[in-house]
């Protein structure tokens, strides 16, 4: 076995995403203020900073007007003011404008990005201060030293044949060690996870909840082009006891980001989010903006929706989480990038701090001052403020809406109770409980299907490597997923990457990971009601290259 090459540093980070660059950028900032020389690295899996990165997104800019002031005239790629705001709720053919929009959905003075284009953008100031980043290489492995605590991460080894073995071309991993380790993976980490089960970071927090985001890039027709236009929609086609909705924002340049997120606590497993977001289009209040238009782009993520009962502790010996591999999304803003960008600098802050004291720096310590800055800062009393409105959808979408009136107008989020959540995976009922689904074919105008939409999300894995989606169990596929929810992760799976295939008879049934159409959304780490898969690290740059999104 090869040996591994090791590179030190003060500070590793693991993402390029908001908060990871918003921690790097924040740390050399005050190290250049104090005449401090602090080495930060930012290790991105993707092939380029924010080929991974799919959000809706409308930004509030509140962090990064604390970070980088004049953001307005470093020519950054925020150029879209919010100019309208509307909520309407969908039946199957009809549509209804709420006469009023909730408070935590109201938009004035936000933009309409590409997230994508503004890590790319935050890269570049990063780099400009010193930071090094590395894309193309996925942090594979936590690193601890003799005393357990956290000293870094290593990267994944390149090169490994299909069967495991080191071809030609193999290269082993790389070593980052540090003092401080921060994690910035987004929703659900695969190294986050193995923090959470060796630390127990999640002993006193509910489980997180997640929904999955489904989202395309249109370039619509002049005429029906309104740039700053918001619109966000409920109802059909999801029933009255399933979370979701949609939104529909107007950038510029006659683009249009289209999205369609559905609750992943929903409970019939013939559900389809990729098919319920392909017959949302053809409403007859949005099928006309999609009509004699191009689309350009597709992707799919998790997100977080758990909010404040469901952030876990934060910090550990060497190292802590930042943004959304904590959890930090405003669920009713339908919001996240301003508290996972606070969170990456409030642990920067706190970490300068910590290096400042006397062998601090000397070896991994526990940056205890930053779970506690967070308590005191606006993203904790933002998020305690709307912790209730999203649990609340598990009594039904009516209930739900009056229930959140109550607790933004009467008791405005100050309810001396807090609702719970479960885990994801366990709400989904036996297949012969629900209702079949059927959904309409694809036009090829507005709605399309699966394998038509990987295409245009660019996602290329190097084939001849370990397939990166693992099954604990292989004959738990067929014996219960198949056997009792009728293999769901067929239909959760916004890339088509899991198929049941048979014999022509039917007989002999068995699962095929199609694991080169994976988008990286993590769903099935997530749903999966037998906790059977496990989505691991594949060779870095591997994955989606998402234009624009």
């Not at 390029?16 to 921690?23: D, E, F, K, T």
Request: aromatic content about 10%; charged content about 25%; some cysteine.
């Amino acid at each position: 076995m090869m040996d591994r090459e090791r590179m030190e540093y003060d500070v590793v980070i693991v993402g390029a995403g908001p908060s990871g660059l918003a921690a790097a950028i924040k740390l050399r900032q005050l190290a250049t203020q104090e005449d401090k020389e602090i080495s930060v690295c930012v290790l991105e899996k993707g092939s380029e900073v924010g080929a991974h990165i799919l959000s809706g997104a409308v930004i509030e800019t509140r962090a990064l007007d604390e970070l980088i002031p004049d953001w307005g005239e470093r020519e950054s790629p925020i150029n879209t003011p919010v100019t309208r705001d509307s909520l309407v709720y969908l039946s199957h053919k009809s549509s209804f404008r709420f006469p009023f929009t909730p408070p935590q959905m109201r938009n004035h003075g936000n933009y309409i990005i590409s997230l994508g284009n503004l890590c790319r953008w935050l890269g570049e100031q990063a780099e400009a201060l010193g930071v090094e980043i590395y894309p193309g290489f996925a942090a594979a492995e936590v690193l601890y030293n003799e005393d357990g605590e956290v000293c870094g991460v290593a990267t994944g080894a390149m090169g490994i044949g299909k069967d495991g073995v080191p071809t030609d071309n193999h290269q082993p991993g790389i070593e980052l060690h540090a003092k401080q380790t921060l994690f910035a993976e987004g929703c659900r980490g695969s190294l986050t996870k193995t923090l959470f089960e060796r630390f127990e970071l999640h002993k006193d927090a509910d489980p997180q909840t997640f929904g999955i985001g489904i989202k395309e890039l249109w370039e619509v027709r002049p005429e029906v082009h309104k740039p700053g236009e918001v619109m966000h929609t409920i109802g059909w086609p999801l029933d009255s006891h399933t979370y979701g909705g949609s939104f529909l924002y107007h950038l510029e340049n006659n683009q249009v980001a289209v999205g369609f997120v559905v609750g992943l606590d929903y409970h019939n497993p013939h559900l389809d989010p990729f098919q319920e977001f392909q017959r949302f289009k053809t409403h007859p209040r949005l099928r006309s903006t999609f009509e004699g238009g191009k689309r350009i782009a597709y992707g799919a993520r998790a997100l977080n929706e758990g909010g404040l009962q469901s952030i876990p502790k934060l910090t550990f010996p060497g190292g802590a989480l930042i943004g959304c591999t904590a959890g930090f999304m405003n669920v009713p803003k339908i919001k996240g990038t301003h508290t996972a960008m606070k969170s990456g600098m409030l642990a920067a802050e706190n970490i300068f701090e910590m290096f400042e004291q006397v062998d601090a720096k000397d070896k991994p310590a526990e940056t205890n001052t930053y779970e506690q800055a967070l308590r005191s800062s606006w993203v904790w009393s933002e998020l305690y403020l709307v912790r209730n409105i999203r649990p609340a959808f598990r009594w039904g979408l009516w209930p739900a809406l009056i229930y959140g009136a109550i607790d933004s107008y009467v008791l405005r989020g100050r309810a001396p109770w807090t609702l719970r959540h479960k885990a994801d995976h366990e709400t989904l009922k036996k297949s012969r409980e629900c209702r079949q689904i059927n959904y309409p074919k694809p036009d090829g105008e507005v709605s399309f299907d699966r394998l038509s939409s990987v295409y245009l999300s660019n996602t290329n894995h190097e084939e001849n490597q370990p397939v990166h989606l693992k099954l604990k169990d292989p004959s738990v596929t067929i014996s219960t997923n198949l056997a009792d929810y009728d293999a769901p992760e067929q239909r959760f799976c916004p890339a088509g990457v899991y198929e049941i295939l048979s014999d022509d008879d039917g007989s002999y049934p068995r699962l095929q990971i199609n694991a080169q159409n994976c988008v990286h959304c993590k769903t099935c780490d997530i749903k999966d009601p037998t906790q059977n898969i496990e989505w691991t690290t594949p060779e870095g740059g591997g994955g989606p290259n998402y234009p624009n999104m």
